[in-house]
Every structure is written in structure tokens, then in C-alpha cells.
């Protein structure tokens, strides 16, 4: 009840916004450079390309003071910000802008009256309702838009909304209902490994992280002797991908994987993550990254991540040739990228502390990626204490991001709110998700900031 509530509280702020909007012959639209930012934006540009309104894209990676200076040099009339702004209200304010917020990062300060976040109706932006979904909301109010539900999942799911109980929940499912409705958006129980699209099972098997079957996962000969073993037939020349299986195949798998991390003692609430809720786009073609949503939003952030966000961008908004040809071309990028940064944490080594462990990257990982290569090394690193992972920015900061396990959030982590805690003690900004979060810190606050991270997730976990 309280979520339709809430809903109706949303599309009363979305209705208001979109008169304003409506009133505009143009508008910049300012958004994140992850893929929840990047379907946001798109959801937004589409919809005012419908509306006949002209729009200019802009994407920054935090809403800094300078970022805001730049927007305020554009010397626009209206300034729509998706998938962040919430956090920023009295800057935007003091800068005299015009402004709309779509967004669900914690709102602070006050100001901007045209403002769409799940917290002002009382619900949980890291899982009810992503940057995305605001968006999608927004969308919704400024004409028959439906259509791009899907998009709003992909950032949903980018944003991991749907990490902690397996499957979305909140405002999220209202926006799968309208998916479903609209024939875009179609969603069922399946394994929740990656790559049910576009790899080969072995490789999806190979490259499981949370739950890690041990035995199985970064072990290539091993899980083809596992499929093998199964009367999965590898399919001739070409390895078959999951969605080549048939039902009784998929099944097969699913209970032996279960069986294997069991026997391996994997706890059974564990590997009840194997299976969840995913999401399918109906309107991609079959076996391209864009048919699931978890796929689609890692191509994005292959594309925003690194500087690309006008190419993520016009994949969101349709361009299935240019755009996604290059988008590809950054995706193995990406993938070369991440490989090489799990080889230099091996090589180098992981610290570990009381209740943490931590790599140092140097300026040898990019900083827009050494999150999921911290994410990634739980495949060598001890699962019982979150990751921090260290990298110089462009400016000279350090850029830290924080990694968890469900388990340990199970057990009471919160990386956001240690993170912007212990940031703020060294005179950084934190923030992010409980499993998930990140910060920049000034490069000689490292080791007093280790040690405010240590206490503050012992007594977390205590
Ligand atoms: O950058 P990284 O991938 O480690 O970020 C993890 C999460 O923390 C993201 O949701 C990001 O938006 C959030 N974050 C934040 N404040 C920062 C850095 C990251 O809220 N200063
Ligand atoms: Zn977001």
C-alpha cells in the first residue's frame, strides 16, 4: 500500500515538473557517467526529443563545485539533472539555476522545488527506485513514453537495486508492470550468473562471483569437465550460450551447481543467490548484450567509464549501428582492462587488516574502474572482510572504492556509511551503497583513513 502511496506522492512531483519542462524550447541535461546515469539520460532526451524540445547532453562523474560552474556557463533556462543533484540543491541554488532533479541519492540541503526522489516519498533509494526509474517517471508525465521501462531496469539493475533479496522490488516493480504491459520488459526465475546472453556457459560458470563456487569458478578445465559430465553437449564448433539450453538442460545445471556448492560448503542462503528474478528486453535481438539487462548496463559503463558517454548514450537512445559498434569495441576494452588489473592485484598482493584488506592500484587502474576490479578480486581475496581498493584520480586526489559480499552485509556492513564517515574525517566525500560505495580522499589521508575504515567496519561487523 504505502508503495502505490508513494507512487502517487512521485507522480505528483513528475506532473509538476513536466508543465515547467513543457514550457521550454530547450534544456541541458546533466547525468552520471555510470549506466544508471546513462539510461537515465536517455530516457529524458528521448522523451523531449518526442516533445519537440531541444536538449544538450552533459555527463559528469560527481556533481563537484566546478562541474556545477561549467553547467551554470552554459547560461541555459532550465537544467534537468538525472541520477544525481539530490545531494548538491543549496549549489545549484547559489548558482541561480533553473533546475528539475531526477535522482535517489540521499537528498541534503533544500532549494530545488521540482524534485522527483524516492526518499521525499519515504522509500529506499538504493533499492525501491533507481536515477533511472526517477526518471522514467518524469518520462511518463511528459508523454506516452511507457516504452522506455526497460531502459530504467537496465539502470536499476546497474546500480545492483536488485542484489540484496534477488530480485527488484519497490517502485521497480511498478515500472516492470508497465514494461510488461507496453511489451517491452519481460521477467522470470532464472540463474543469475552473467552472460546468459552472450557467453558461453563454460565461461559464465567460469567467471561466477558471488555465490564463488569453489572448484568451479576461475577454473576453465574444470567447468567444462563439470557441463560435460551433464550431457551438456558443447554444441559443435561453437560453444552454446545459456540461452541455447533447453528448459530441462537449464535445470539440470541449476541443481547440479547447487550440489557442487553444497558438497563444497557453500551456504545454502548463499547459493540461493545462484537463482533470481532477471530481466529480459523483448524489443533486442536474442543473443546481444542488449536482450538482458545486466549485460546492457556493463556495455554502458564500458562506454561512461571511460569517457565515452556520448556513444553509451546514443545506444540507450537507439542507435544500433555506429553507436553500438563502438560500444562493443569499448566492451572488450573494458574486459582487457579488468583482466589486467586482477593481474596486477595478484601480483602485488592484497593487505590485510583486522576487519578490512586493501590493494593500492597506483596510477596503473584507471579510477572509474578499480570498484569492479576490487569487486572482482574476491575471486583470490578472503571473503570474510570487505576490499578497499586504492587509485590516483585525474586531479591528483585518491580515488577509494569499497567492496562488500551479501554475507557480510548480512552481518550488519555498511561500506556508504563508513565510507562517507571516514572520508569526511580526512576531508574527502563518501558515499554509495552498503555492498557498494566509494570516496575521494586527499593522497596523504591513506593511512589514517585505513585505520578510521578498520575500526569503523569492526564495530559494523563487531
Ligand atoms: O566508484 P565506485 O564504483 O567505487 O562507486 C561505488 C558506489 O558508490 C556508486 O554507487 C557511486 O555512485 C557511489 N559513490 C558515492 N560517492 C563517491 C564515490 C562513489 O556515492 N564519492
Ligand atoms: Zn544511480
Same mark, same amino acid.
Given at each position: 500500500m504505502y508503495i502505490s502511496n508513494a507512487v502517487s506522492i512521485l507522480t505528483k512531483a513528475c506532473t509538476k515538473a513536466a508543465d515547467v519542462i513543457c514550457r521550454h524550447r530547450e534544456v541541458v541535461v546533466v547525468s552520471h557517467i555510470d549506466a544508471d546515469g546513462l539510461t537515465a539520460a536517455g530516457i529524458i532526451c528521448t522523451s523531449l526529443k518526442r516533445a519537440g524540445i531541444d536538449y544538450q547532453p552533459l555527463f559528469f562523474r560527481q556533481l563537484d563545485p566546478s562541474a556545477l560552474d561549467q553547467i551554470a556557463d552554459q547560461g541555459t533556462d532550465l537544467v534537468i539533472f538525472t541520477d544525481l543533484g539530490s545531494g548538491m540543491q543549496t549549489a545549484i541554488k547559489e548558482r541561480g539555476l533553473n533546475a528539475v532533479i531526477a535522482d535517489h541519492h540521499r537528498p541534503s540541503g533544500? #532549494?530545488?522545488?521540482l524534485h522527483i526522489n524516492p526518499h521525499l516519498a519515504g522509500l529506499d533509494g538504493a533499492t525501491h527506485l533507481s536515477g533511472s526509474g526517477s526518471a522514467f517517471l518524469l518520462a511518463r508525465a511528459l508523454g506516452q513514453?511507457?516504452?522506455?521501462a526497460g531502459l530504467a531496469i537496465v539502470g536499476a539493475v546497474g546500480d545492483l537495486q536488485d542484489m540484496a533479496g534477488g530480485r527488484l522490488v519497490g517502485v521497480n516493480r511498478t515500472i516492470l508492470e508497465v514494461g510488461a504491459k507496453a511489451g517491452v520488459l519481460s521477467y522470470q526465475r532464472d540463474l %543469475?550468473?552473467? @552472460? %546468459?546472453?552472450?557467453?558461453?556457459v563454460f565461461k559464465m560458470i567460469l567467471y561466477s562471483q558471488d555465490p564463488y563456487i569453489p572448484?568451479?569458478? #576461475?577454473?576453465e578445465d574444470a567447468c567444462i569437465v563439470f557441463l560435460k559430465e551433464l550431457g551438456i553437449?558443447? #554444441? @559443435?564448433e561453437r560453444w552454446r550460450r545459456?540461452?541455447?539450453?533447453t528448459q530441462e538442460e537449464k535445470g539440470r545445471t541449476v541443481t547440479a551447481l547447487v550440489r557442487k556448492g553444497l558438497r563444497t560448503g557453500i551456504s545454502s542462503s548463499r547459493l540461493e543467490r545462484l537463482v533470481g528474478e532477471v530481466y529480459t528486453l523483448l524489443l533486442e535481438d536474442e543473443g546481444?548484450?542488449?536482450?538482458d539487462a545486466s549485460e546492457y548496463s556493463t556495455l554502458l559503463n564500458a562506454t561512461a567509464r571511460y569517457g565515452h558517454s556520448d556513444v553509451g548514450l546514443g545506444v540507450c537512445m537507439g542507435d544500433r549501428s555506429a553507436s553500438l559498434e563502438e560500444a562493443r569495441v569499448l566492451l572488450k576494452e573494458h574486459r582487457q582492462n579488468l583482466v589486467n588489473g586482477l593481474k596486477l592485484v595478484k601480483e602485488d598482493g592484497i593487505t590485510s587488516l583486522n576487519h578490512l584488506q586493501y590493494f593500492d592500484a597506483g596510477d596503473r587502474i584507471l579510477d572509474t574502474i578499480v570498484g569492479i576490479v576490487a569487486g572482482m578480486s574476491f575471486q583470490m581475496a578472503d571473503r570474510s572482510k570487505p576490499i578497499l581498493a586504492f587509485a590516483r584520480d585525474e586531479n591528483e586526489n585518491l580515488k577509494v572504492s569499497a567492496r562488500g559480499t551479501q554475507d557480510l552485509v548480512q552481518s550488519g556492513l555498511n561500506l556508504a556509511e563508513a565510507l562517507s564517515e571516514a572520508a569526511a574525517q580526512v576531508n574527502g566525500v563518501g558515499g554509495g551503497h552498503n555492498v557498494a560505495a566509494g570516496a575521494t580522499i586527499p593522497v596523504a589521508a591513506k593511512e589514517e583513513f585505513l585505520d578510521l575504515m578498520d575500526s569503523a567496519v569492526g564495530r559494523q561487523l563487531g
Open positions: 533544500s #532549494g530545488v522545488d513514453n511507457d516504452d522506455l %543469475k550468473l552473467f @552472460g %546468459k546472453q552472450t557467453r558461453p572448484g568451479l569458478s #576461475g577454473n553437449r558443447s #554444441g @559443435g545459456w540461452i541455447d539450453l546481444t548484450e542488449l536482450r
